[in-house]
């Protein structure tokens, strides 16, 4: 469905037009004064000096073209030259009405379909996901369904951390306790076990023991580098170790993921884009882009009009090692020949940004991807505990993802059995839910750039700007819906009426602007837009019921029109929601 807003511009731009001026000054925007009016036009303002004329002459002339269409309630002229507009409220509902029916709920799908590969959570493999990874999981599923709910391909890919120096300390360390195992015999030609020599929790310990090893004894680092080199250059052995490593943690990453109700479509990784540095490298060499500089290889990616340094991008090391880089070049190789895409999405910790700016210009210089392809830096701020210092356990450790998800749950289920309304055998996956909600919402709900503090007691109270508010509020609509289905009302809603009072009005017009929000969220890679929108929605809803009663209405079309217009706020309420990552049970 058309924008109620690209309605409202049309119809000004139209009439800015008929009385004789440039219709681009119709500009429209949600009015700043909710008291005054409901929406705005400043055109006449700008136009004074192109036209020389007091703007409030030019702002009467257009008012008297816009008073003859109808979609305006009222449209007036305001010193020095600000035109105030009220909406129809007949036409807002019939725009309602329309979108109740609408399979999108009003959504128009783009014309032309992007395919994006949007690069998220990041992981590394044989660490234990901490809530860093959060983050990155939270806000890259919101933006993939955005994208989709849009009408886009959009393919996420977890970039496993798979082919680091990681890998050797546990093949060090696990040397060091099981020297007899075969795959530290280098003249062993059998097939090797079928069972991993290690469980995930002993592969959690194992990894921070030998990361501390490292760091205390140069003997022992030294031996982790060569394991990663052997391991690198394909030694049999330590490749299947490396395949154990690969197996027994991605299955644990999934389980985790699934918690949070993240989904990828690749569980690629750096290992995966090996095989692509060589001919990438001889590439770019060949091409003169790349050049050696004291033993490396480099490529100059720094601008004329750079504010500060970019560095060259490094691509090889004087020992011939790649690097971070190396392999994210490589991997945007891989990308470009499986899926061609439009646009790479990166959500990647805002602390990454440099090695982005410069992994992007060399790709670009280098003619790895087309001029049309975009990349697209997401860069998010830190999860800060309430001391406002980067999060960390009681003990000051670093906070497990999976912890923190069950102190979650377990203050929502005590807030939940506090609240009774749920029999206690749901109340546990309730929690969970909600908790989830809390979690994602909490996150969400700030603009991704930004670091914020993650706060239990806020984020899983059911008032204020928080994950179970919203939820709050859709649970309240089933349950009035469910009260009238009960009452034996016929299936079929009624058409929506116009409103009948100002709550109600209000709560219209935000439920209309829908599209509107999604698509701004979408195109900033902005989530906390789309929260700040459901936040206000549920806001207007609660406002409008507490003065409402819905169900005692004795009108039959008016009580109709009620339950057709709260059906559709909870219907936007929970697509909104989906699309955030989350969603509402039934009873809370
Ligand atoms: N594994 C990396 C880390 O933990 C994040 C990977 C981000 N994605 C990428 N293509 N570099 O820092």
């Not at 209000?506 to 829908?514: G, P």
Request: some cysteine.
């Amino acid at each position: 469905m058309e924008k109620l807003i690209d309605v409202i511009t049309r119809t000004t731009e139209d009439a800015f037009e008929k009385a004789g001026y440039d219709r681009k000054l119709g500009h429209v925007s949600v009015s700043n004064r909710p008291d005054l009016c409901e929406y705005q036009c400043n055109g006449a303002m700008a136009g004074a000096k192109q036209y020389h004329k007091a703007p409030i002459m030019i702002a009467e002339a257009v008012v008297d073209e816009m008073k003859k269409a109808d979609i305006f309630a009222s449209v007036e002229a305001v010193k020095p030259g600000f035109i105030n507009i009220t909406l129809n409220p007949a036409k807002v509902s019939a725009y309602l009405d329309e979108m109740r029916t609408d399979d999108d709920l009003s959504v128009t799908k783009t014309e032309q379909p992007k395919t994006i590969i949007i690069d998220y959570g990041g992981p590394n493999v044989a660490k234990p996901l901490h809530v860093g990874h959060l983050r990155s999981a939270v806000i890259g599923e919101s933006i993939k369904r955005m994208g989709r709910r849009l009408g886009n391909r959009v393919i996420g890919d977890v970039h496993l951390g798979d082919w680091g120096l990681q890998m050797g300390l546990i093949i060090t360390e696990l040397q060091e306790r099981k020297p007899d195992l075969p795959y530290f015999d280098e003249s062993y030609t059998g097939e090797y076990p079928a069972e991993a020599p290690f469980t995930i929790s002993e592969l959690e310990e194992i990894y921070p023991c030998a990361s501390g090893k490292s760091k205390e004894d140069p003997a022992y680092k030294e031996k982790a580098l060569e394991a990663t080199a052997e391991l690198q250059r394909g030694r049999r052995g330590y490749m299947a170790l490396w395949k154990h490593i690969m197996q027994v943690s991605v299955t644990d990453l999934k389980k985790n993921y699934e918690k949070l109700d993240v989904h990828f479509d690749l569980w690629k990784g750096e290992s995966d884009a090996q095989p692509y540095i060589a001919p990438m490298v001889e590439k770019m060499k060949n091409d003169g882009y790349a050049y050696m500089d004291q033993g490396a290889l480099i490529v100059d990616v720094a601008e004329p009009t750079d504010q500060k340094e970019v560095p060259p991008c490094m691509i090889l090391k004087s020992d011939g090692a790649s690097l971070y880089t190396t392999t994210d070049l490589a991997t945007i190789v891989q990308r470009e020949e499986d899926y061609h895409p439009d646009e790479i999405i990166y959500v990647v910790d805002k602390r990454q940004e440099m090695h982005f700016i410069q992994t992007f210009r060399c790709a670009r210089k280098c003619g790895l991807v087309g001029p049309d392809t975009k990349f697209t830096f997401v860069g998010f701020g830190t999860m800060n505990g309430k001391d406002g210092k980067p999060f960390k356990t009681r003990e000051g450790g670093v906070m497990r993802l999976e912890n923190l998800i069950r102190d979650i749950d377990d203050e929502m289920y005590k807030k939940i059995v506090e609240n009774r309304s749920v029999r206690d055998k749901d109340a546990g996956e309730t929690a969970e839910v909600v908790g989830l909600s809390a979690l994602k919402y909490g996150d969400l709900s700030n603009q991704a750039s930004k670091d914020y503090i993650f706060d239990v007691d806020r984020f899983t109270s059911f008032e204020g700007n928080t994950g179970p508010y919203i939820l709050y509020t859709i649970v309240r609509i089933k349950s009035i819906l469910s009260r009238y289905e009960e009452q034996g009302a016929s299936a079929t809603d009624g058409a929506i009426l116009a409103p009948a009072g100002d709550p109600e009005k209000k709560l219209m017009l935000q439920t209309a602007r829908y599209n509107e929000a999604l698509e701004e969220a979408w195109e900033n890679y902005a989530p906390h837009r789309l929260c700040a929108y459901i936040y206000e929605l549920a806001n207007d809803f609660n406002s409008f019921y507490h003065e409402t009663k819905i169900l005692a209405e004795e009108d039959e079309a008016r009580k109709k029109s009620w339950i057709s217009l709260i059906r559709l706020v909870k219907n936007v309420l929970e697509d909104a929601i989906d699309v955030l990552g989350f969603s509402a049970p039934d009873r809370m």
